[in-house]
């Protein structure tokens, strides 16, 4: 979700230095909460994702390839779709407009969208059981600036909608802030998950304490939202356990992790793309840089971004699993961004 462009915080490994390089600005969007104008794209990027998985399977969306062909898709439905309320259903405006849909499906003359055509006449988007997060915090911090905006408050309430809950629509809100308080003053529903990132300082700046991330995170959790806390990105130190058992520790201690609200604990570790390391960091950030090449951060066999070598990482997040599993016992452990094959590794499954 497209709220905002940029972040207050200045973390030396964030990926929008590269990504945002050419507009490196805040920018918060001014036409956000007109009347339709984001359920559109929701209920549009909904109806996309659950054709494509029900056509190709959840994996397919794995890496860039499956992605492209989802934005792709979208693109058809754009064209064919003028206009969609948040209480009209997938099933509904499908109805509405299939034959427009189908229509420009054909005359793309993608190959791409050939295995969506030949399934065509099969969709119908009832009983629909997948869910898709909406990410709001991907282009920007989800909650950094809501004081200034309030889109949290108009956010939950369009994932409130029950209808947006029946179409599998969710709201994820990612952030690194505390800036909680218009969250405390609406109903959070069963639809709205908080996911804030916490890790060590290193390389991070401006950021609040992951203490103080943490305790934000529960009283959201004392209120009703859905949890969960990201240990990403884990740094490599000379004693790189050690130094995030203790942030592991303090979920124990503040989280209610026997409550289902408490939903996971994911880990991650730094990665770069290409562009943002060769291009950005070296240039604006020679400490981290440094750290990347001590560190051999290198691209391994058919993996998307840059990473620490992989038995390292692989030996690294069974660890701190095995750790959170033992004094957090039945929590969730899942990883950030890392190909099956590292989840098969760790002893995790992907779903």
């Known amino acids: 979700l497209s709220a905002e462009n940029e972040c207050p915080y200045s973390c030396t490994y964030c990926y929008l230095q590269s990504t945002l390089k050419e507009s490196p600005v805040p920018t918060i969007y001014t036409n956000f909460q007109d009347d339709g104008v984001l359920v559109r794209e929701i209920k549009i990027g909904l109806m996309a994702m659950h054709m494509f998985t029900q056509v190709h399977g959840v994996k397919a969306n794995i890496q860039r390839e499956g992605q492209d062909k989802v934005h792709r898709l979208m693109k058809v439905l754009e064209k064919s779709i003028p206009v969609a309320k948040v209480d009209q259903s997938l099933h509904e405006i499908f109805t509405t407009y299939r034959k427009a849909i189908k229509k420009n499906l054909v005359e793309s003359g993608l190959d791409l969208h050939q295995p969506i ?68 003053l609406v109903d959070p529903h069963d639809n ?13 700046k401006g950021v609040p304490h992951y203490k103080e991330r943490i305790k934000a995170a529960k009283e959201l959790q004392d209120l009703g939202y859905r949890i969960r806390i990201s240990l990403d990105p884990i740094i490599q130190y000379p004693d790189t356990v050690k130094q995030y058992k203790p942030i592991l520790d303090e979920i124990k201690n503040v989280m209610d992790i026997s409550n289902p609200s408490f939903e996971r604990i994911t880990l991650g570790m730094l990665r770069f793309s290409h562009s943002n390391i060769d291009d950005v960091i070296r240039h604006r950030h020679p400490d981290l840089y440094g750290h990347s090449k001590r560190a051999m951060i290198t691209k391994y066999g058919d993996e998307e ?6 038995q390292f990482r692989v030996d690294t997040y069974k660890v701190l699993k095995d750790y959170a599993e033992e004094i957090m016992p039945g929590v969730k452990v899942l990883l950030s961004t890392e190909a099956v094959s590292v989840w098969e590794d760790v002893g995790l499954t992907w779903e």
């Not at 709205?192 to 991070?204: C, E, F, K, L």
């Open 117 to 184: 055509i030949e399934y065509f006449d099969k969709f119908e988007f009832k009983d629909l059981s997948r869910k898709f997060h909406f990410n709001n915090g991907d282009l920007n911090d989800g909650m950094a600036y809501d004081h200034l905006t309030d889109n949290s408050k108009f956010l939950v309430g369009v994932f409130g909608n029950e209808t947006m809950k029946k179409d599998g629509g969710q709201l994820l809100i990612r952030t690194k802030s505390t800036n909680i308080e218009n969250l405390k």
């Open 192 to 204: 709205v998950i908080y996911y804030t990132t916490v890790g060590t300082s290193a390389y991070s």
């Open 305 to 310: 971004k840059v990473r620490y070598e992989r």
